[in-house]
Structure formats: structure tokens, C-alpha cells
């Protein structure tokens, strides 16, 4: 996850750096909680398969709860509750609070159709640090993606029922070749809806996503669309707005940042570039985990395909931590051991090889991810030889 405006404050001077451990370092991860697979929706992009049924096997109350300890005992301070969809699970608050009394930061990452008048203020005395609710496009590329015609005026229902509360919302947002010309709409509704906080996702083949992916963004679309969110972050610290910026699943906008910054803020591209490299690109199996509806860890939520151990099984700290799992390892290299173009990037150390669940989708996961948009002489590749043709 690349923290846009964390930077840009930083080189502002408004505010210091984000804290970056040292790359490739081993600690307590940002947990983000499958806490069951039900959804009320089916979308397009889901890379978990949710659907509205039940899902056997999945932790109970008990079993959560324990978790919740377990997951404390090993340092872990950040938890993003996830499905799914969260407010499906009956102890959904419970978990919620007692994550709360125990000094976490809580996310809830919801789809926002089961917000309403009837739960609000449940989900306000849950204190959450923050609710993220997907926005998908505007409203019928929304409800296409999402495949529920009504979706989107009931998640934006939810976000003004969320404000009205007080609670900081995030709009959250898939980049697609379908909704990249509504970006700038997308920003507005920010504006107009007082929404604190723009996540901006990258496609990941995974899951449906997997099947999804002819839909992705192509090179131009998401580099113009990452443009506009660097300037949208700057404009709004230079007008004073509390905004928040973030992108996630391509550590290429990093880089993509750094070249923004050569252009906008020459002073302070050097500056940039030293932040970055001490970011270290992309954390999956380092500083993100995920905890599936099952208990099965993974390196994060797009690696379902693959289990580095389960938390009823054995404690979170020894399967991450003491006796990680050799895929583990292998992802917490710095910088990762890959080939093609990625194994050739002179921003390796900058973007760490980006997300290798599309290079598995592509079918090696130790290639070249091809969700990267950034040029060969970008990378800093030779330029291709060129043979002149003899005129006939």
C-alpha cells in the first residue's frame, strides 16, 4: 500500500514520513480478517468467491475471540475486519469491541448495502478507526461490477449515514477499464460526501479477479488515473483539506510518484526517492498477513491459493514469526529474487517486484508481474536493437 498523501505532507513539511520498517525486516503485520465468506453480493471482482450462503468450518465466536489474543500476544496492533461481507457475522460487534479494549487499531471493510438507520448507531459506539466502503464506478457501472441494480445508492446512503456519526470513511475503488474515465467523478463524490479518505485498488487476478482480468486498466489508462490522484493529494494539502490518498496492489505507483515529484517538487525528488527505498515496495508475507474464514493464514488476501499455517492449529506468532513457512522467506527477501523485467528494474529496491499473484495467475510466480505499466527505458532496460532493411 503506497500512503500518497503521507509522503506528500512529509515533503510539505506538515507532517514526518510514514513509519517504514526496514525492508524485508521481520515484524508484526498489518492482519486483514476474513472473518467469514458470506456476502449479499456477487461481484465481479472478489477474491475471496463470496456468495450469500453459508460457509461450513468457518471460526466461532470462541475461536475468534481467541485469536483476537493471539494475535495481540505476537504484536500485532492494526486488524481490518473484512468478509465477505462483516456485518453478516452475528458477533461482528463483539469481536469488534473486544479488538477495541485490547489497544488495536480497527478498520471495517464493508460493501455498505447493511448500513442503515437500523445499525448505525451500533456500528458508531463501535469506535471503529475507520470504515472502508467500496465504490466501484458511478452508479451503473457500480451496480454492473457489483451485480446488484440499487447498490450504489445504498452504499452512498451508508457513507452519509457513517458522516452524519462522525465516523472517517473511505471510498474505496478498483481500477477498471470501465470506470477510469469516472475518476474524476469518483473524486467529487469525496467533495460532496465529506469523505476523508480515496483507496484506489489495482486489479489482482485472484479469485473472480482472476476471470475479471481482460477488464484491467491498460498501461495509458492507469498511469493517467495515478496522475490524478497526485495531483487531487497535493491540491488538497496545499487548500489545507484532511484527505487521504492511498493506493494499493501496484508498488509501480511508487515510481510513478517519484517521476511526479521530478516534475512538481524538483527540490524534493532525492528526498522522495530516500523515503521510498526505506518503504520498500511490496510487503505481502512481511508487513500484511491475512487470516481467511477458516483460520488459514496467507501472505495477503490474494493468496488464498496458498496456506502458511492456521491459527487454531498453532499460535499466529509461531507460524509468522518463529517457524515461518519457506514461501514466507522466500517473499520477505529484499529485494525478491524474480526475473523477466521485474528481476531487471533498476526501482526493484523501490517497488520489490510488485504483486506476485498476477505473475502466478500468468503462470510463474517468481516472473515478471504483468500488471507492471512502467516502460522499458522507465526500468531502465536496453533499448531494443534495431536492424535497417535494405531497400529492394
Known amino acids: 500500500m503506497l500512503r500518497i498523501s503521507h509522503y506528500l505532507r512529509s515533503l510539505a513539511g506538515e507532517s514526518p514520513p510514514p513509519r517504514s520498517a526496514k525492508p524485508g525486516s521481520t515484524r508484526p503485520p498489518v492482519v486483514i480478517w476474513n472473518l467469514l465468506r458470506r456476502c449479499n453480493l456477487t461481484c465481479r471482482h472478489c477474491y475471496a468467491t463470496s456468495a450469500d450462503s453459508e460457509f461450513r468450518d468457518e471460526l466461532d465466536t470462541a475461536e475468534a475471540l481467541k485469536v483476537i ?3 495481540h500476544a505476537a504484536g500485532v496492533r492494526v486488524l481490518i475486519l473484512s468478509g465477505g461481507e462483516p456485518l453478516l457475522r452475528e458477533d461482528i460487534f463483539e469481536l469488534s469491541d473486544y479488538a477495541r479494549d485490547k489497544g488495536f487499531y480497527v478498520a471495517l471493510s464493508s460493501n455498505g448495502t447493511l448500513i442503515d438507520e437500523q445499525n448505525i448507531a451500533r456500528i458508531a459506539a463501535a469506535r471503529y478507526d475507520y470504515v472502508g466502503i467500496s465504490i466501484d464506478g458511478l452508479e451503473e457501472v457500480h451496480d454492473h461490477w457489483r451485480r446488484l441494480k440499487g447498490s450504489f445508492a445504498a452504499s452512498m446512503h451508508a457513507i452519509d449515514l457513517c458522516r452524519a456519526r462522525n465516523i472517517r470513511v473511505g471510498l474505496r475503488t478498483t481500477l477498471t477499464q470501465y ?3 469516472q475518476l474524476p467523478a469518483l473524486l467529487e463524490l469525496m467533495r460532496t460526501h465529506d469523505v476523508q479518505k480515496f483507496y484506489l485498488s489495482h486489479l489482482n487476478y485472484s479469485g473472480r479477479g482472476k476471470r475479471s482480468r481482460k477488464a484491467d486498466a491498460h498501461a495509458q489508462m492507469t498511469r493517467d488515473a495515478m496522475w490524478l490522484i497526485f495531483e487531487r493529494a ?5 487548500e489545507g483539506r484532511d484527505s487521504d490518498f492511498v493506493s494499493g496492489n501496484n508498488d509501480a505507483d511508487a515510481v510513478l510518484l517519484l517521476q511526479w515529484a521530478e516534475q512538481r517538487l524538483p527540490q524534493q525528488r532525492d528526498r522522495l526517492e530516500q523515503l521510498l527505498r526505506e518503504w520498500g515496495g ?4 512481511a508487513g500484511i498477513a491475512n487470516i481467511d474464514n477458516i483460520g488459514d493464514v496467507h501472505p495477503d488476501t490474494y493468496w ?8 487454531r492449529r498453532q499460535s499466529f506468532r509461531d507460524l ?3 517457524h515461518p513457512d519457506p514461501l ?3 517473499l520477505r527477501q529484499h529485494p525478491r529474487a524474480i526475473g523477466g523485467r521485474c528481476g531487471q528494474c533498476r526501482w526493484l529496491g523501490i517497488c520489490n517486484g510488485n504483486t506476485r499473484t498476477r505473475a502466478w495467475a500468468e503462470g510463474d510466480l517468481w516472473a515478471e508481474d504483468p500488471g507492471c ?4 527505458e522507465e526500468i531502465g532496460l536496453p533499448a531494443p536493437l534495431r536492424i535497417p532493411c535494405a531497400a529492394v
Open 69 to 71: 489474543d493471539d494475535l
Open 179 to 181: 470506470n477510469h474515465t
Open 234 to 238: 497535493w491540491q488538497d494539502i496545499q
Open 282 to 285: 511490496n510487503a505481502s508475507g
Open 304 to 311: 488464498w491459493q496458498h496456506c502458511v499455517g492456521n491459527v
Open 320 to 322: 509468522w514469526l518463529d
Open 328 to 330: 514466507l522467506l522466500r
Open 373 to 376: 505499466y512502467l516502460t522499458d
